[in-house]
């Protein structure tokens, strides 16, 4: 799953760690592998969610979590618009 958003100048660091903490619970969840949080180098203001699951129920079940939840209300009105999140198939996935 990888999510796009772009923030509202200025709240960054505020939606940065909300979103930390988001992922820190992941950790927890059944069905995580693992996420990254970048920022593309020509945009400061926006932020990309890289986020592995073993399903998409599983992440969809993190969802109704309540520290999702709490994040979720920590992070309204910091960003810019909506997020636009798109789905895809791991086919290989190659680390150190």
Known sequence: M???VTLTPGREPE???AMRDR???AREKEGWIGNQLVIPLEAPN???VI???TTR???EAWHSDEAF???RERMEGLQDG???TSWYEVVSDERA
């Open 82 to 84: 909506p997020s636009e």
């Open 2 to 4: 990888i999510t796009h």
């Open 15 to 17: 939606w940065d760690a």
């Open 23 to 25: 992922l820190e619970t």
């Open 51 to 53: 986020g592995t699951w």
């Open 57 to 59: 129920a599983a992440w």
């Open 46 to 48: 926006e932020r990309t």
């Open 69 to 71: 939840l709490e994040t």
